[in-house]
């Protein structure tokens, strides 16, 4: 959300520097992400002063009528400056561009050129007399800009101009913050931090100068529509906005498009309040129904766009037609245009829910739905219609041409919440004043009734969506009163921690994150979101059902993932499409599943591994990523999770994997690593192999023992010895793996294959394994002895259990 501070000025005072409004705002929960100056024309006028004339005298340069002329810019002495203006004479008070100033083209938003002191056409020049397209105030290239003031020479151009740079306030604004999402809301925040009072417009001067333009309001679904407003201008002139409504505007990024459609622009995001602008003359039988209409009826909306309304779409119609959606978006007939003279306002409640399906239905997102969808202020409606009426005759002209209509058969009541002192002080974390409890609360138009010794209850204003039981009352206390004001106790006692589990997830999860992070790995964290087209794409590797979203933002993020596959293959796609083909990550997330009408949370560790191993140099050709690649950052990931020589076996059947193999622990499946089938990876538009591991957190975690074991340094050497074994192709190394441990269990330590080959002299059905081992004995230093007897123990094993020919 943008805000303009000299905007937020007309509400509360603030004397504050940008960084302490940046630690005010921020700490009463309005996180500001940055704060950036914002000048009314590029470049702020830097450098231009106003001028006086001193002498011209013309010359010719090929049929060409220039001036030679001397002003005084307030400096030391007057600046030669040579002029191609007709219109410059002695004794003009004008704009002069001094040297080092920076001209811009205005109408592109881009940098041309700087004044230098250089000789131009035989004449030294210092500077340039500039017309008012060169300045930025306008287009006329049609003479110099001629000033009347009396203003001393070298006063800035700025000055004169009356220019004063803004400050564009970006808030991150939270869901739940629908009370801040305009100057006014913003500024009450302020007001309860610092004890300032609110200036808001006065409306006294509204009133009804005739009825004879009125129309008939007919509310048909007062549950979508609580409450709904109007009322008509008579004799209004459309045309360009003033300087300082375009300029309010601009500031926060809106285009001004003309003074009636400027106002309700300025109405929403400076009271928090959307509303519209009917042309009353296209208002078919003076009538405006607030309805629903059938399935399947079309829409064109101001952006040109045909739409196909739904059964619970709610509309706002004429007699006949529809003329906009109701909070969302108007219709190109109904609309403002220039030979508009007669308006009718709209200032409206329209209940979120509705227009929140609405929106996601049709994919619209306005400053309007923005707004309804969160929750507006039921109760300043008529306040709002009653200021923008104003403005427009302020601004357009016209007579106020009917009586305010307004439609509120049920008012939405105050929320009425029991606190309790003890509580408050209890989630705080410090006994407060109850004094300053209530002076902090109604500070924040949340009154108190019922108070005694033990607590009150507080009444809030329906403007406050968020503020509905009572830690949310305590809420409101705690971040008027500053998180950073409740200090740390210096003591911690043990009913604290008594309930504190023994292992820490979050150091664990980080302590493998550094592990990864040096192996070239880089965290993302993905959107838990997902499209409903992934998980049937591989559903037989996902038994349990989807868990689906009632209030979807889009079809794409229906539902919540149940594999992290996707949500890695996403991330993939973005960065290859940028030309960054070889990549290296992990993420830490969650799958979602329903299972027998029940919603479960699974942790997940996610690895991602595609592209080259290495960047192509001189000395070493690039080489792609393969399986053991990723296999070996798995294995590093469980060996510092202490977990050793698990046991593996390959995938099968799988809908995610072309190959691989899955680790197993205690008999359970705790990680999967292999390469993505092309068709999965192909439907996230990722066309390249990628290798995928996915660890069970929650389990990994669970087995983990954070106890450290410190081991003796083994005193004596250990021994290798290869063999070469031909055998099966279809004999796994995990198979060998297995078969030597089980055969030896005192001496073995390591296995490791070193050259694998296939070829015809071997036959077609053959391979040839080429395998390291590592002996070692603990107590003492190992004989040749006992060296053979353990490798002729394992050949007759290799050559019993899985027919190998060992070759010498």
């Not at 004008?94 to 700087?114: C, N, P, Q, R």
């Not at 004890?195 to 008939?216: H, M, W, Y």
Request: glycine share 8%; hydrophobic share 40%; with cysteine.
């Amino acid at each position: 959300m943008k805000i303009s501070l000299n905007w937020l000025k007309q509400f509360v005072e603030i004397t504050e520097s940008a960084q302490a409004l940046d630690h005010l705002l921020t700490g009463t929960g309005l996180e500001v992400e940055s704060i950036e100056r914002h000048e009314a024309i590029l470049g702020g006028l830097q450098g231009f002063v106003v001028g006086e004339v001193l002498t011209c005298e013309r010359f010719m340069v090929k049929e060409k009528q220039l001036s030679l002329t001397t002003v005084d810019v307030g400096g030391e002495t007057p600046s030669q400056i040579v002029c191609g203006a007709a219109n410059v004479e002695a004794g003009q008070k004008v704009i002069v561009a001094t040297v080092g100033t920076t001209l811009y083209d205005h109408a592109k938003g881009v940098e041309i050129f700087k004044i230098t002191s250089k000789k131009t056409y035989g004449h030294l020049s210092e500077g340039m007399i500039c017309a008012e397209d060169e300045i930025g105030l306008g287009t006329s290239h049609a003479g110099i800009l001629v000033l009347d003031t009396d203003l001393p020479n070298g006063t800035p151009a700025a000055q004169y101009f009356n220019l004063e740079a803004d400050l564009l306030i970006e808030i991150g604004l939270t869901p739940n913050r629908a009370d801040a999402a305009s100057h006014w809301g913003v500024a009450r925040d302020i007001k309860a931090k610092t004890g300032r009072a609110i200036t808001l417009p006065s409306v006294e001067a509204f009133k009804v100068d005739n009825n004879n333009f009125p129309i008939e309001l007919i509310v048909e679904d007062a549950t979508a529509c609580p409450r709904f407003c109007g009322v008509t201008v008579d004799g209004v002139t459309v045309k360009e906005s003033p300087e300082w409504l375009r300029k309010s505007l601009e500031t926060i990024g809106l285009r001004s498009i003309n003074n009636i459609v400027d106002i309700t622009n300025y109405i929403c995001h400076g009271l928090g309040q959307p509303m519209h602008a009917y042309d009353w003359n296209a208002i078919s039988g003076q009538k405006v129904i607030v309805k629903t209409l059938p399935a399947g009826t079309k829409f064109t909306t101001l952006d040109e766009v045909e739409r196909t309304l739904g059964e619970t779409d709610l509309m706002v119609c004429n007699g006949e037609e529809p003329m906009g959606i109701a909070g969302i978006f108007g219709g190109t007939k109904s609309g403002i245009k220039p030979e508009t003279t007669r308006v009718y306002l709209e200032v409206a409640y329209f209940d979120p829910a509705s227009v929140r399906k609405t929106a996601q239905r049709h994919g619209l997102k306005t400053d309007a739905s923005f707004r309804f969808e969160r929750g507006t202020d039921p109760n300043a409606k008529l306040y709002a219609l009653k200021y923008a009426a104003l403005l427009i005759q302020e601004l357009a002209g016209g007579v106020i041409a009917s009586e305010v209509s307004d439609f509120y058969l049920n008012p939405i009541a105050d929320f009425s919440i029991p606190v309790l002192y003890k509580n408050v002080n209890r989630l705080i974390g410090k006994t407060l004043d109850k004094a300053l409890v209530k002076s902090i609360l109604e500070s924040l138009d949340i009154t108190i009734q019922n108070e005694d010794e033990n607590g009150f209850t507080a009444i809030v204003p329906p403007y406050r969506v968020d503020v509905t039981r009572e830690a949310d009352v305590i809420e409101e206390v705690l971040r008027i009163y500053g998180f950073e004001n409740v200090e740390l106790s210096e003591n911690l006692g043990t009913e604290f921690l008594s309930g504190f589990p023994q292992k820490d997830r979050e150091q664990l999860q980080l302590r493998i994150s550094q592990v990864l992070a040096a192996n070239g790995f880089n965290e993302i964290i993905t959107n838990s979101l997902t499209k409903p087209a992934y998980s049937a794409l591989i559903k037989a590797d996902l038994p349990n059902d989807d868990v689906e979203i009632l209030n979807k933002l889009s079809e794409d993020l229906g539902v919540m993932r149940q594999s992290m596959v996707f949500s890695g293959l996403e991330v993939l796609a973005h960065n290859i499409n940028r030309r960054q083909k070889d990549l290296k990550m992990f993420d830490f997330g969650k799958t979602y599943h329903k299972i027998n009408d029940k919603y479960v949370e699974k942790r997940h560790l996610a690895l991602f591994l595609t592209g080259n191993t290495e960047n192509e140099t001189w000395q070493l050709k690039s080489q792609k990523v393969a399986f053991h690649t990723l296999a070996s950052a798995v294995n590093k990931v469980l060996g510092s999770l202490g977990f050793k020589n698990l046991d593996t076996k390959p995938l099968e059947g799988t809908a995610t994997f072309e190959y691989g193999i899955s680790y197993v622990l205690n008999k359970k499946e705790v990680a999967k690593v292999g390469l993505v089938k092309p068709n999965v990876a192909k439907k996230a538009e990722v066309k390249q192999h990628v290798f995928f591991a996915d660890f069970d957190w929650d389990y990994l975690f669970k087995q983990y023992n954070d106890k450290a074991t410190f081991v003796e340094l083994p005193k004596f050497p250990e021994v290798r010895r290869d063999l070469s074994l031909v055998i099966d192709k279809t004999v796994t190394f995990d198979q060998i793996q297995k078969l030597a441990r089980n055969y030896e269990k005192n001496l073995l330590r390591q296995i490791n294959v070193f050259d694998v080959y296939q070829g015809e002299n071997l036959g077609a059905d053959k391979k040839s394994y080429s395998v390291s081992f590592i002996l070692q004995d603990y107590e003492q230093t190992l004989t040749d002895k006992v060296i053979d007897k353990t490798m002729e123990k394992l050949m007759a094993a290799f050559e019993k259990e899985i027919g190998a020919v060992i070759r010498k």
